[in-house]
T-cell receptor, first 110, second 113 residues
Framework: GENVEQHPSTLSVQEGDSAVIKCTYSDSASNYFPWYKQELGKRPQLIIDIRSNVGEKKDQRIAVTLNKTAKHFSLHITETQPEDSAVYFCAAGSARQLTFGSGTQLTVLP | DGGITQSPKYLFRKEGQNVTLSCEQNLNHDAMYWYRQDPGQGLRLIYYSQIVNDFQKGDIAEGYSVSREKKESFPLTVTSAQKNPTAFYLC????????????FGPGTRLTVL
């Protein structure tokens, strides 16, 4: 089965700086890579996703890159704001079945 | 956000008791999922169902059971065989196409006393 590793487990940045979270996966058949944001006590919500036929995708301050050869993908958040503080999860698989990383607690310091 | 609900929000159970968590969706989604979330860990798949009357075990199915008698409903039973059931349980659904996001319910926090 798929195995997803996510790093770092915690990340603190100053407001306005960039944050990068990295994930690796093991199954070369995986073709869908979403990122979810989960605020404390709330449900995870999709913030961006990428499919295997695309190398990079951007949505305002959020971008995701995918390297299928190396089997890794990354989340980039620019100009971080306090409301970006949350746990971020990567996942890999197909939309029918996903394997999640262990999460990154991002703290944006004012 | 809307369209997938879980109840109750908090649930307390005594050891040795079975308990059923509810998950309902009105999004007309084919596929539904149950995940377990423990502190500092990601989401681990318990069971999933692609169509009515069919479901598959996920990575941590032992001590759990499900049913899918209706498209809208996918209840999860935590049995007394589950050794460490205290956790946050999340239900999700997706249309079932290849590249559609999974929509999550608000979750149920189960505590075993």
């Amino acid at each position: 089965g798929e195995n997803v590793e996510q790093h770092p487990s915690t990340l603190s940045v100053q407001e306005g700086d960039s944050a990068v979270i990295k994930c690796t996966y093991s199954d070369s058949a995986s073709n869908y890579f979403p990122w979810y944001k989960q605020e404390l006590g709330k449900r995870p919500q999709l913030i961006i996703d990428i499919r295997s036929n695309v190398g990079e995708k951007k949505d305002q301050r959020i971008a995701v890159t995918l390297n299928k050869t190396a089997k890794h993908f990354s989340l980039h958040i620019t100009e971080t704001q306090p409301e970006d503080s949350a746990v971020y999860f990567c996942a890999a698989g197909s939309a029918r079945q996903l394997t999640f990383g262990s999460g990154t607690q991002l703290t944006v310091l004012p | 956000d809307g369209g997938i609900t879980q109840s109750p929000k908090y649930l307390f159970r005594k050891e040795g008791q079975n308990v059923t968590l509810s998950c309902e969706q009105n999004l007309n989604h084919d596929a539904m999922y149950w995940y377990r979330q423990d502190p500092g860990q990601g989401l681990r798949l318990i069971y999933y169902s692609q169509i009515v009357n069919d479901f598959q075990k996920g990575d941590i199915a032992e001590g759990y059971s499900v049913s899918r008698e209706k498209k809208e409903s996918f209840p999860l039973t935590v049995t007394s065989a589950q050794k460490n059931p205290t956790a946050f349980y999340l239900c999700a659904s997706t249309p079932g196409d290849r590249f559609n996001e999974q929509f999550f319910g608000p979750g149920t926090r189960l505590t075993v006393l």
